[in-house]
């Protein structure tokens, strides 16, 4: 509860108002306030103001102030008058970092193909640290979702839900593309393990989310972190991603019958606007945390079923996904709000912890062939300008990003303000969508310099750098690397190699990363 009148207090509110760095001038927004005619905005940089206007609405377009700021920290003051010239408001001030964007430069392309057998290398290599019980003969990242890459010291904590589906996709990926690698059965006998394991650990039967896998384990057991006995809802829908991935591998009907379950799980459980709950009680579906912006990961799942259902499950399926993505349109790719997405954040307030993931996903979903939303591609360029401006890592920059590694690279969250491999990845992905979709240079410029950019931040004995490879030192500061993360980077460049090798011949699949 406030001790203020919150009538009068000046407060930010909306995409902009909790960005640490812009490289594009923002929008700042804040409520209005009462009894208040006017407000004056103030910006300086390090030394003095250097720009200044008078507003009658709640909000200022900083594009006139950029061209005095030079790169570095920003404030900026409001306060609100009323018609006498009394301050009547209580005044508010921030502070954000102007930092540099995308310099044109095409870079020469690394070996980006040596850079994934060096990778899957690592990522099918065994424990080599204490082995539970619990453990059995299951692969190393199954139950451990980090580590400590130079020692092998890993972490009893993991999110399955988010990692399996992504070893499933490298795995497989690889043993396509490199058939006769020496890897390959490796890879694709450990993908067919990551996925069984999904098979095998789900939720009760009597539960409302039954046959769903849970979102975290802790020291073997279901459930821990942040999430405690709660589930994150919209994750299960990669998962069914993973079991169709499966099925169209082996033909076993087992995979194809999880993926369906979720999906009835995920039907049941859609609320009436059309999106899902962030995070349930996966006994009850009650839910615990409503707000996520993240339903196009179901969207995806249930646009693969609908082609494998009969024409009543094929209906019921389309018209859920068509009411997810009007909500996707009225809400996140209108408003901005790309929000709750991990499973190790807990709740916070709207606005305040903007994210990127499912924004990358909707990307590419607004270029393929399963989209009819109007103005897909306009929409698209947007969203990837909002993850250009926010989260993409130019240049070596003054910011509250302290890592000092290859560039340009992607930030997961403003809760989590690093660059890492599983971003810039997820970024790479859609930079391949989007030059395919409109065919503009910058998009293959930009793609070309993203992929050198993950493999320059490769430990020597393969693992990519979750964490930032710190180029001052010549290795990270911070070396406990996610796998998963480091599954999602390979995927990227497998496709990217692919697509820049040819991209005439380059053929999209629904697996991407």
């Known amino acids: 509860m406030s001790l203020l009148d919150e009538s009068r207090v000046i407060d930010f509110w909306g995409p902009s108002s909790a960005s ?41 377009d900083l594009v006139e102030a950029w061209p005095a700021l030079g790169l570095g920290p920003v404030d900026v003051l409001v306060r609100g008058f009323d018609d006498t010239g009394a301050e009547v408001a209580v005044r508010a001030a921030r502070r954000f970092w102007r930092v540099p964007g995308f ?21 099918v290599g065994p424990a080599r640290d204490r082995v539970d019980d619990y453990e059995g003969d299951a692969p190393r990242s ?13 972490g009893r904590l993991g999110f399955p839900s988010l990692h399996n589906p992504s070893f499933v996709l490298a795995l497989l990926g690889y043993a396509d ?11 694709e006998r450990q993908a067919l393990a990551y996925g069984d394991w999904l098979l095998e650990h789900t939720l009760p039967d009597d539960w409302r989310c039954a046959g769903l896998s849970p979102s975290t384990v ?19 829908a990669r998962v069914g991603e993973a079991m169709l991935r499966l099925f169209a591998h082996t033909g076993d009907e087992r995979y194809l019958a999880r993926a369906r379950r979720i999906a009835d799980v995920l039907l049941d459980l859609q609320q009436p606007d059309g999106s899902w709950p962030y995070r349930v009680d996966p006994r009850t579906g009650a839910v615990a945390e409503a707000y996520t ?15 494998l259902a009969d024409r009543s499950g094929a209906d019921r399926l389309g018209t859920a996904r068509r009411r997810a993505e009007q909500w996707l349109l009225r809400g996140p790719i209108s408003d901005g709000r790309w929000e709750g997405m991990y499973e190790d954040v807990p709740s916070v307030q ?11 996903e909707t990307i590419r979903h607004l270029l393929g062939p399963d989209c009819d939303l109007p103005d897909r591609v306009a929409h698209a360029e947007a969203l990837n300008a909002y993850i250009e401006d926010q989260f993409v890592v130019w240049a070596p920059e003054e910011s509250p990003v302290q890592v000092r590694c290859p560039t340009p690279t992607v930030i997961e969250q403003y809760r989590c303000y690093h660059p890492m491999e599983v971003h810039t990845g997820n970024w790479l992905a859609s930079l391949l969508a989007l030059h395919r979709s409109t065919g503009k240079p910058d998009y293959l410029i930009k793609g070309v310099a993203a992929a050198n950019a ?32 480091n599954a999602v980077a390979v995927s990227a460049l497998l496709h990217w190699s692919a697509y820049h090798a040819d991209p005439a011949g380059y053929r999209p699949s629904a697996w991407t990363v």
């Open 177 to 187: 593309r490199f058939a006769g690698a020496p890897l390959a059965p490796v890879a």
């Open 293 to 307: 912006s993240a339903v196009i990961t179901p969207i995806r799942l249930l646009i693969m079923l609908e082609p």
């Open 350 to 360: 709207p606005w305040t912890n903007l994210q990127n993931w499912d924004t990358n």
């Open 142 to 154: 199954v139950w451990s979702s980090f580590e400590d890459t130079p020692t092998g010291v890993r």
């Open 218 to 236: 802790e020291h073997g057991r279901i459930g821990g972190l942040v999430e405690g006995h709660n589930i994150t809802l919209f994750r299960s």
């Open 103 to 123: 310099d044109g430069v095409a870079p020469e392309p690394a070996d980006w193909t040596a850079a994934v057998h060096r990778a899957m290398g690592h990522l």
């Open 20 to 60: 640490p760095r812009f490289v594009a001038p923002p929008v700042l927004r804040w409520h209005p306030t009462a009894a208040t005619a006017s407000y004056d905005v103030a910006v300086a940089d390090r030394d003095r103001v250097v720009w200044r206007r008078t507003v009658t609405d709640p909000e200022v």
């Open 454 to 485: 993950i493999v320059a931040g490769q430990h020597d004995h393969g693992a990519l750098s979750t964490w930032g490879f710190d180029t001052r030192f010549g290795t990270p500061l911070l070396a406990r690397d996610w796998p998963g993360c």
